[in-house]
Each structure stands twice: as C-alpha cells, then as structure tokens.
C-alpha cells in the first residue's frame, strides 16, 4: 500500500541551531503534504503545509520544500527555541484509496537550552 | 482547535466490552476521520466518513465501528473482537475528503484495558 517514509525519528538540536526533517512518499498521486506538531499528550496541530504546484513555502521560522521528481518534501525550523520541542509528523494525500492522508511515523525534536 | 470535542479523555475498558468514544464537531466539515496512535508511532486510520449515513474502512477497520447519522458527530466503538485496544484514539475533521485543506484534530482520548 502506499506509505510515507519520515527520517530522523528523534532529533536532538542546540538552541539556535536549524532542525530538518525529510519525508518520502510512495504515491505520486499525492498533492498535499501538510506538517503537524503534537506535543506530549495534546492534539496534532497543523503548522505549514505544501501543494504539489509549489515548490516551497515558508512561515516565519518555518519552511517546507517539495520535489515531486524524487517524491520527498522536508521541514526546515531555523533559530530553534525550546518550545520547539514536540513530536513533528508528515503526511501525504493523493487521489490513491479514497483521498486517504498517509502518516510518516513522526519525529522527536528535542531543543536544547 | 476548539471545533472538535472528543469524550471521555480517559476511558477504561473491561475484557468482553464494547466501549464507545464520542466526538462531535462545529466546523461544519463534510469528512470525519478516526485514528489511532500507539507510543512512538504515527497515526494510522481507523474510519473515515465523507457524508453523513456513508464511512469507509481504513487501514485497522478490524474490531471497530463508526456510525455518522449526524453531520457533526462521528462516535468509534472499540468492540470486544479488538483484542489489543490500549492506544490514544484521535478524532479529525475536515472540509472535505478530497480537496487539499488540512485536518483538524481533538484532543484525543486514551483508552485502556482494566
């Protein structure tokens, strides 16, 4: 089935430092790849997302890039705080099964002060 | 997202019960989704449901049932045939299944067996 690969599944980073995470995706039908950031025992929250006609976006800290070609897309957090400090989780969508939004398995970010 | 409400946040389950974990949205979303995520892991879904009276089965669909007679409300039950049931479930909603918009998700409930 299709899945989406998401490397490293924990992170430890210096306070200040840049954080990046990759993800791939099977289905190349997939055209939205949005990131989430779950801290411990609380709801996904959606921090940026991608649309496959763009190849990045950025907020503030916060950047996605997307290469279709190779199918993989990446989070990049520059001057890392330690409220950064969460589980961080890729998806993909497609048009495979039903629309059905794929997880990768989340990564551990740990910001250090 | 103060838009989903799931209940109960704790819920303890005896073996050869059927338990049912409630979440209701005020989004007005069309799609209704049901995960479950274990220690470590991503989230894997359970069911989803793009109109009212219509779900589909997702990847674990065994030993679960969803019900959707209401717009705004998606109740799981975690059924005596699911023998490992011990995870946080996570409710998600979204405008509809198959435009790009972001899910919104609850704040979970974490089931376990007694």
């Known amino acids: 089935g299709e899945n989406v690969e998401q490397h490293p599944s924990t992170l430890s980073v210096q306070e200040g430092d840049s954080a990046v995470i990759k993800c791939t995706y099977s289905?190349?039908?997939?055209?939205?790849f949005p990131w989430y950031k779950q801290e411990l025992g609380k709801r996904p929250q959606l921090i940026i997302d991608?649309?496959?006609?763009?190849g990045e976006k950025k907020d503030q800290r916060i950047a996605v890039t997307l290469n279709k070609t190779a199918k993989h897309f990446s989070l990049h957090i520059t001057e890392t705080q330690p409220e950064d400090s969460a589980v961080y989780f890729c998806a993909a969508r497609g048009h495979t099964g039903g629309f059905k939004t794929i997880f990768g398995a989340g990564t551990r970010l740990f910001v250090k002060a | 997202d103060g838009g989903i409400t799931q209940s109960p946040k704790y819920l303890f389950r005896k073996e050869g019960q059927n338990v049912t974990l409630s979440c209701e949205q005020n989004l007005n979303h069309d799609a209704m989704y049901w995960y479950r995520q274990d220690p470590g892991q991503g989230l894997r879904l359970i069911y989803y449901?793009?109109?009212?009276?219509?779900?589909q089965k997702g990847d674990i669909a065994e030993g679960y049932s969803v019900s959707r007679e209401k717009k705004e409300s998606f109740p799981l039950t975690v059924t005596s045939a699911q023998k490992n049931p011990t995870a946080f479930y996570l409710c998600?909603?979204?405008?509809?299944?198959?435009?790009?918009?972001?899910?919104?998700f609850g704040d979970g409930t974490r089931l376990s067996i007694l």
């Open positions: 289905d190349s039908a997939s055209n939205y």
């Open positions: 449901s793009q109109i009212v009276n219509d779900f």
């Open positions: 998600a909603s979204s405008i509809d299944v198959g435009g790009n918009q972001p899910q919104h």
């Open positions: 991608i649309r496959s006609n763009v």
